[in-house]
């Protein structure tokens, strides 16, 4: 990584639960290795798309922005920084949503890989929210809204930044000039972090994530519950690291790169038993979640104060978004909003009704 890097970035996380081990490595920690070295940094805490899935539990939404700002504080990001945005508190990125559902065919949003495979997760079979297959258009209006070039994200979001990517490259065409920047997917080293249950993500949805606000004992039954080799019976047993959600972790989260290479040949060997590896690795999660959990509860007594961040970095990006609409709408014939909602304030000399 570069010293400096002059791109905008834009990033976010639905509040659909507390945010965990898998956001950490996927994003959040490159989002706060960025902070201060690039032009801007925004984070969406995206609750209308959240709600594309959580339309029956609204208050599901509702509850978890806190959490996932508190989350935010948590980890080290900073809102002077890198603004905490609220996105239902930006109508502009509804608006061009509207606006790119045009660009799009419905055959495009149902070849979404990651879409497909929610879809399926969630068992929603035929009774697809129409806002749920769209959801990949609403990201592509809060990416090009800040005009974002890198965005921080775990290897499931590849597919949105592709669809975003033509929804900019339609726009430019028609309005014959660059007006939405390409965007450019920064993967982390673990792209995607297993669930403790050995499924290929670690996912809120899913249940099967390490929060970062888990309890010390929450931490260790877990890593005790982990996936590891099934065919690794006696400790004599050759293993495999392969697939072993523990060796995952490791990889992910051990400082001690030359320890980790040291476990995973004798685990391979045969010779070393599970409770070793994850005992190794309750340390290691112990002890980057400690100091996290601890800044959490501070922040945790100032709940006002939280969403006054919130509040502030969202204030911020409606300036920004607007910008990016009414570039939009010029694309598509419309007049800025403002000129038109600056005209509807002149006084109409409207009959009066005769009472
Ligand atoms: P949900 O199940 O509600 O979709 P989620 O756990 O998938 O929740 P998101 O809010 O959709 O979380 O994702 C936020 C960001 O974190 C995205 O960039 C996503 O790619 C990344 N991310 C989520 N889970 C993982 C994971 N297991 N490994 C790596 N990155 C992840
Ligand atoms: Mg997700």
């Given at each position: 990584?570069?010293d400096?890097?002059?791109?905008i970035?834009?990033?976010g996380?639905?509040?659909?639960?507390?945010?965990?081990?898998?956001?950490?490595?996927?994003?959040?920690?490159?989002?706060?290795?960025?902070?201060?070295?690039?032009?801007?940094?925004?984070?969406?805490?995206?609750?209308?798309?959240?709600?594309?899935?959580?339309?029956?539990?609204?208050?599901?939404?509702?509850?978890?922005?806190?959490?996932?700002?508190?989350?935010?504080?948590?980890?080290?990001?900073?809102p002077?920084?890198?603004?905490?945005?609220?996105?239902?508190?930006?109508?502009?990125l509804?608006?061009?949503?509207?606006?790119?559902?045009n660009?799009?065919?419905?055959?495009?949003?149902?070849?979404?890989?990651?879409?497909?495979?929610?879809?399926?997760?969630?068992?929603?079979?035929?009774?697809?929210?129409?806002g749920?297959?769209?959801?990949?258009?609403?990201?592509a209006?809060?990416?090009?809204?800040?005009?974002?070039?890198?965005?921080?994200?775990?290897?499931?979001?590849?597919?949105?930044?592709e669809?975003?990517?033509?929804?900019a490259?339609?726009?430019?065409?028609?309005?014959?000039?660059?007006?939405?920047?390409?965007?450019?997917?920064?993967?982390?080293?673990?792209?995607?972090?297993?669930?403790i249950?050995?499924?290929?993500?670690?996912?809120?949805?899913?249940?099967?994530?390490?929060?970062?606000?888990?309890?010390?004992?929450?931490?260790?039954?877990?890593?005790?519950?982990?996936?590891?080799?099934?065919?690794?019976?006696?400790?004599?047993?050759?293993?495999?690291?392969?697939?072993?959600?523990?060796?995952?972790?490791?990889?992910?989260?051990?400082?001690?790169?030359?320890?980790?290479?040291?476990?995973?040949?004798?685990?391979?060997?045969?010779g070393?038993?599970?409770?070793?590896?994850?005992k190794?690795?309750?340390?290691?999660?112990?002890?980057?979640?400690?100091?996290?959990?601890?800044?959490?509860?501070?922040?945790a007594?100032?709940?006002?104060?939280?969403?006054?961040?919130?509040?502030?970095?969202?204030?911020?990006?409606r300036?920004?978004?607007?910008?990016?609409?009414?570039?939009v709408?010029?694309?598509?014939?419309?007049?800025?909003?403002a000129?038109?909602?600056?005209?509807?304030?002149e006084?109409?000399?409207?009959?009066?009704?005769?009472?």
């Open positions: 990584m570069d400096y890097c002059d791109d970035i834009l990033t996380d639905r509040p659909t639960g507390p945010l965990h081990l898998g956001h950490y490595a996927g994003s959040l920690a490159n989002r706060v290795a960025l902070q201060g070295r690039c032009r801007r940094q925004f984070i969406l805490l995206a609750d209308l798309q959240a709600l594309t899935d959580n339309a029956g539990d609204p208050g599901r939404v509702a509850r978890n922005v806190l959490e996932v700002a508190l989350d935010y504080l948590a980890i080290g990001l900073d002077a920084r890198s603004p905490f945005v609220l996105q239902s508190g930006v109508p502009a509804a608006e061009l949503t509207v606006h790119y559902l660009l799009v065919t419905v055959a495009r949003l149902e070849r979404n890989p990651t879409v497909k495979a929610e879809i399926q997760q969630r068992g929603f079979a035929r009774d697809i929210p129409a749920f297959l769209c959801y990949p258009v609403s990201q209006a809060d990416i090009t809204a800040f005009k974002a070039t890198l965005v921080p994200v775990g290897d499931d979001q590849l597919p949105m930044i669809q975003t990517n033509e929804i490259a339609r726009i430019n065409r028609l309005g014959g000039r660059e007006i939405l920047p390409e965007a450019k997917a920064l993967l982390s080293t673990t792209p995607r972090l297993p669930g249950d050995g499924k290929a993500k670690a996912s809120k949805s899913l249940g099967n994530a390490i929060s970062l606000s888990a309890s010390a004992d929450e931490v260790t039954r877990a890593v005790q519950m982990m996936f590891t080799d099934p065919a690794h019976l006696r400790v004599s047993d050759p293993g495999q690291t392969v697939g072993n959600v523990v060796f995952a972790y490791l990889a992910a989260f051990d400082p001690d790169r030359a320890g980790v290479a040291a476990l995973g040949e004798h685990y391979r060997r045969g070393l038993g599970d409770s070793v590896v994850k190794r690795l309750n340390e290691v999660l112990q002890a980057l979640l400690g100091p996290i959990r601890e800044r959490r509860e501070r922040y007594r100032d709940p006002a104060q939280v969403m006054r961040f919130v509040d502030a970095g969202t204030a911020a990006a300036e920004i978004a607007a910008r990016t609409l009414d570039d709408r010029g694309v598509f014939g419309l007049r800025p909003a000129t038109i909602a600056g005209r509807s304030a006084r109409l000399s409207l009959p009066v009704e005769a009472g």
